[in-house]
């Protein structure tokens, strides 16, 4: 009888629990995303998908050539209405660019998207209208 308890222990602990007559998993498989995006690192950063990470390495290419400046990434707007605090928008990045043959330089909020979700195209509305920002997409 002992032999058959060790047994049945080490191929549960193998395999699965048993828990009210149910099998679980011993070390549970991980689901993807929602949206189906990969957590990529790059330079040390970890970004949410491998297009924002791409978007980066171009990003940081244009602005050691001096076409950009300035870039910085997750920096936070708030959106308020009437003193009150609507929402928070994160932008993946934001930079100075100047227009060939000006002398002066613009700000961009840009944000790298694939899915444009209903909360997106609200705050986007909203930077817009407490801001007078236009987030580009790429």
Known sequence: ARTRSTSIRV???QNSAMIGGYSVPATPARSPSKYRNRKTVVDGITFDSAKEARRWTDLKLMEKTGIIRNLCRQIVFVCEVNG???????ADFTYLEQPSGKNIWFGVVEDCKGMRTQSYLLKKKLMLACHGVEIRET
């Open 11 to 13: 191929l549960l602990e």
């Open 84 to 90: 009150i605090r609507i929402c928070r928008y994160i």
